[in-house]
């Protein structure tokens, strides 16, 4: 592994990383850990697939547990894809996500009922997404042309319990096959379109960065090959180094750790 060099940049994960999972219990010593960052002068940034909570929401969650951020700290797959939607000129939309984050999408000005075509069809995270709802998703794509936008392709997360839940990648790899004359977009991770905005939120060069993450696939694999060093933190998805019999060793992220704050202890 690669010897321990503290970082110009910190580029960290949500959920795994500070928190155990969507309890937003703190991990271990995380609360301490990245006080101590923003205490600093090295600038640091959340990298977030989070499309559960409303970014305000996501940091006002983290605060009540005592974490000192801001919304400047938080670059997330959400406003990614309102982003990219209204780039587009895309305004209506089919919401696979959760529910309670309709309203959210009519605030930022789209569409999510009435009649006419679909031009979107937008996944996020939702454990009660319905066949049905696929099924309708499935004919505005073929139908309507509507281009197929993944806020991210995680296949898992961690529930409020710990427990995994199916996420938008899987659904994402049940309707892409059914595309019509629309375009297939992932904005968060691991797409390096959400990794180049936290770059740029932070000013450094990738190879001034440090990015930790629970999930060495999903999220690391894509830092790693931008030049990134990379941590892997068993305090999320997996509580030990099995899942890194999948990648190539020359893919192995550079630092393991059990919780974020050993890395303190590395210095």
Known sequence: MKNWVPPQAWLIDIEGVLVRDKSYQAVDGSLQWLNDIAN?????????????????????RLRDKGFDL??????????????WLRERSRRRIMWLGQSDLQP??????FETDGPGPIE??????????????????????????????CLHRNHFFLDGEGRRRLGPGAWAAALEPGI?????????????????????RVGVQPNEALFIS???????????????TTVFTLSGKYT????????????????????????SAEN
């Open 104 to 109: 959210y999408w009519q605030d930022e000005g």
């Open 120 to 149: 979107a069809v937008v996944l996020g995270a939702n454990t009660h997404l319905e066949i049905s709802q696929l099924d309708q998703a499935l004919a505005a794509l073929k139908r309507d042309g509507a281009d197929l936008v």
């Open 240 to 263: 030990d180094h099995e899942i890194l019999g999948r990648l190539d060793q020359g893919q192995w992220p550079d630092i393991i750790v059990k919780v974020p704050a050993d890395l």
């Open 40 to 60: 600093s002068e090295v600038p640091f940034c959340l990298v977030s697939n989070n499309t559960t909570d409303r970014p305000e929401i996501l940091v006002q």
């Open 70 to 83: 801001s919304e400047d700290h938080l670059v997330g797959a959400l406003p990614l894809g309102v982003r």
């Open 214 to 228: 629970d999930d060495p696939v999903a999220d690391l694999l894509t830092a790693k090959a931008l030049g990134m």
């Open 180 to 200: 019509g004359s629309g375009k297939v977009v992932t904005l968060g991770k691991p797409e390096e379109r959400i990794y180049q905005e936290a770059l740029k």
